[in-house]
């Protein structure tokens, strides 16, 4: 007779479950809160002069945290990185369709020149930036399906690079050179770490000069940005106003700031103060140690990310160790772009301050990426609690015993080789 409440022979019970990384959490959360003080320093002069309500970008900004948030702790807690690699490719497959919309008459939006949002009605969205996420997807799927490839054939790495290159001809289009670049790079980098021989990377890479050269001195305004980034005190008032302003700001901080809410250069002077430029009005008014503390944020996040990808290729977690570098990659370069272009080291860009910066879109789907990293975070402790719980003596004699050294025997030579040493040195 058919048992009815079930099997009748012993089940295995689950092994450990993982847990969330509290470094990784303190990072995030530690953005998160800096960001919405200094969003309100820096935007209620800018809201005021515009007649929209001096909290109008405040509101704006916790409404957009409060959604991505939202879905970022949906996909931390429930949603298995199987279930996005599963639709990665109909993902970015969506995201071309999408950044082919905003040149669409009465769908796309044309603000300063650029064609880089989507109306909404209620807002505007950009595509792009979930072309940051979904790229990174993309790639850490083809890495696991076809790893062996990308180590050993020049031809393995060339869809994944292909798809960037799309991706970045469309941004290019709007345009949006920054973000193509950024893309492009992260690659790049995700497509190094899975094993892709440097020679190989290289020589697909080498056509991107002489094209990334002729894109920056092809157009007036771009040419501008760069004469104006090597000497911006030469045209202040014109082609170097922004950084010039940025950089008095940052002077004017010195050590400790002039206080919180004590901004000069956010009175109209500098612009874009609550999205591009957020990093001068911290150094403006907390100093040297505001902008240091911002940097070491950014550092934890991004190392312990990529500390905990390398964990994860070694136990085996293939799938959430390479999400897990691209997206401490995508952000580590963007955040290291803007501060670059808030002290003066890089051209003006108009890339914002993850999780700082004033943002609608941009704010969401950093979100969004942070639950992703979060979720594969999660399953590389996963693993590795398993792994461990294999190697006990117990679980010896019950016969379930794993070779610890087993995940990492599966990677391919040049990954391993790549590895390794690595996480010698963080193990030490």
Known sequence: M????????????????????????????????????????????????????????????LLFLACGGAVAVGIALWMELDTLEKYSGWLMLGTFVLLLLVFVPHIGMRINGARRWINLGISGFQPVELAKLTVVLYVASYLVRHRDSVETK???????????????????????????????????????????????????????????????????????????????????????????????AVGRGKWFGVGLGGSVQKLFYLPEAHTDFILAVIGEELGFVGVLFVLLLFALLVGRGLQLGLRGVEVGQQ???????????????????????NLGVLPTKGLTLPLISSGGSSTLVTCIMLGVLVRATYEIHRADARRMATRRPDAHAAGDAVSSDQPTAELPLAARRRIEPVLGEVNA
């Open 154 to 248: 020049f031809l393995g790495a060339v869809k994944p690079m292909a798809v960037a290159g799309l991706t970045a001809v469309l941004l290019l289009a709007q345009p949006d050179f920054g973000s193509a670049a950024l893309i492009g790079i992260v690659t790049i980098g995700m497509l190094w770490l899975g094993g892709a021989r440097m020679r190989n990377l290289v020589i697909m890479g080498l056509p991107a000069i002489p094209l990334g050269a002729w894109l920056a001195l092809s157009t007036d305004y771009r040419v501008r940005r760069i004469t104006s980034f090597l000497d911006p005190w030469k045209d202040p008032f014109d082609n170097g106003f922004q950084l010039t302003q940025a950089l008095i």
């Open 2 to 61: 058919a048992n009815w409440f079930g099997p009748s022979q012993a089940v295995r019970k689950p092994g450990p479950e993982g847990r969330f990384d509290p470094w990784l959490l303190l990072a995030i959360i530690g953005l998160v809160a800096f960001g919405i003080v200094m969003v309100a320093s820096s935007s209620i002069a800018v809201a005021d002069g515009q007649h929209i309500g001096e909290f109008h970008y405040l509101e704006r900004h």
């Open 319 to 341: 799938r959430a160790g390479y999400v897990a570098f691209g997206i401490s990659l995508m952000i580590g370069l963007q955040a290291l772009v803007s501060v670059g272009v």
